[in-house]
C-alpha cells in the first residue's frame, strides 16, 4: 500500500476526528480509511490511535507519525508544484501550474472579494486546484496545511510571513428605515442612545472613532452581537441597528441606498489586508503566483 497515501488518510483521520468524516472528506470508504491506517500501524509496528466509540486519541508514537506525516505531505506537495510543468507533459501543456493551494480567510472577505478573485485566478491556470476555508477562526497554517492566509489587522502575526494587500476602511451604517424611525446620530455621543450590532469577537462593548485629531470612545447599547460581518451587515439591511462594516462589504450596498453612512466626518481605525505564509523557504510558483495576482488585484482597491 502507497505509505504516502496511508500518511494522507492518517493526518485526515486526525484532523477530521472520525475515520468517517476522513472517508467522506476522501471521498473513499470507511473500510479502505481503515485499511490505510491499520497497514501504517503495521508499517510502524506501534499503535497510533486509541479508539473508542466516542473519540480518537492519538499515542505518543501517533503524535511523532502526526508531525512527520504532516511533513512529508508537504514536501511531497513542493516537489509535485516545482517539477510539475518544466517539461512538455503528454498533453502538451506543459509549463502551466499545476498542484493545489489551501487558503483562508474571513468569511465576509470570501464572500465579497476572494471568491471572485480565485475564479479568475484560475481561469489564468486552469490546472491548479484551490481550496478556501472560509472561517473566523484562527487556523495554525502548518497543522492545518494551509498555504495562504487572508487576515484582516491593525497588527499582523509576527511569526508569519506577510505582504499588505490593501488597506481595509470601516464606515458605520445603517438601513434608511432604521434612522427614520430612530432617528439619525449628530455626534459621537449620540450612538450610546441607539440599537447597535456589534461583533462578539472585538469592540463588543466600545466604538473608537477620530476625525482629525479629535478622538471618542463610544459605549455601546449592543443588542445582538455575532462573531462576522455578513451577519451584522443583514441585520443592518433589516433595520436591526447600527453597524461597523467594513468597505468592502458596505460599499455596494450604500451605493444602492440600501444602507446609508452614519457620521460621515467620523472613521474607525484603518486595518489592513495582509496575506499571510508560513515561510519564504520552498515557496512554490503556484503560490508565488497566486500572491503576485493578489497584490496586482488590490492594489487599486476595487471596493
Known amino acids: 500500500m502507497d505509505r504516502l497515501r496511508a500518511m494522507q488518510v492518517f493526518v485526515e483521520v486526525v484532523n477530521t476526528g472520525s475515520f468517517s468524516a476522513a472517508a467522506e472528506r476522501l471521498e473513499m470508504s470507511r ?3 481503515t485499511r490505510h491506517v491499520a497497514a501504517l500501524e503495521e508499517w510502524l509496528e506501534a499503535r497510533l490511535l486509541q479508539r473508542t466509540t466516542r473519540s480518537l486519541t492519538l499515542t505518543d508514537a501517533g503524535e511523532h507519525c502526526l508531525r512527520r506525516s504532516q511533513q512529508m505531505l508537504a514536501l511531497q506537495q513542493d516537489v509535485e508544484e516545482e517539477t510539475s510543468g518544466l517539461g512538455d507533459g503528454p498533453d502538451g501543456r506543459g509549463g502551466q ?5 489551501r487558503l483562508t480567510c ?6 465579497a472579494q476572494l471568491a471572485a478573485a ?3 485566478f484560475l481561469r489564468l491556470h486552469p490546472l491548479l486546484k484551490i481550496d478556501l476555508n472560509a472561517s473566523e477562526g484562527a487556523l495554525n497554517l502548518v497543522e492545518a496545511r494551509i498555504d495562504l492566509a487572508i487576515r484582516i489587522s491593525a497588527e499582523p502575526d509576527p511569526a508569519l510571513i ?3 494587500l490593501a488597506p481595509c476602511a470601516s464606515v458605520l451604517v445603517a438601513s434608511p428605515d432604521y434612522l427614520a424611525r430612530q432617528g439619525e446620530p449628530q455626534q ?6 441607539h ?3 456589534s461583533y462578539a469577537n472585538f469592540g463588543r462593548s466600545t466604538w473608537l472613532l477620530s476625525r482629525g485629531e479629535e478622538r471618542s470612545a463610544v459605549t455601546l447599547r449592543s443588542h445582538f452581537s455575532a462573531n462576522e460581518a455578513t451577519s451584522l451587515l443583514q441585520a443592518a439591511l433589516a433595520g436591526g441597528g447600527l453597524a461597523l462594516q467594513p468597505r468592502y462589504l ?3 450596498h450604500l451605493a444602492s441606498g440600501r444602507l446609508r453612512e452614519v457620521l460621515p466626518d467620523w472613521s474607525p481605525p484603518e486595518m489592513g489586508i495582509y496575506a499571510l505564509y508560513p515561510s519564504r523557504r520552498h515557496l512554490s510558483p503556484a503560490l508565488r503566483a497566486l500572491l503576485d495576482f493578489l497584490v496586482a488585484r488590490f492594489e487599486a482597491v476595487p471596493w
Open 250 to 252: 458596505a460599499n455596494p
Open 195 to 197: 440599537l447597535c450590532l
Open 97 to 101: 501550474l499545476r498542484g493545489q493551494l
Open 188 to 193: 459621537p455621543a449620540d450612538l450610546e442612545r
Open 118 to 120: 480565485v475564479v479568475d
Open 162 to 164: 506577510g505582504r499588505r
Open 31 to 33: 473500510a479502505m480509511v
Open 106 to 111: 474571513s468569511m465576509s472577505f470570501a464572500y
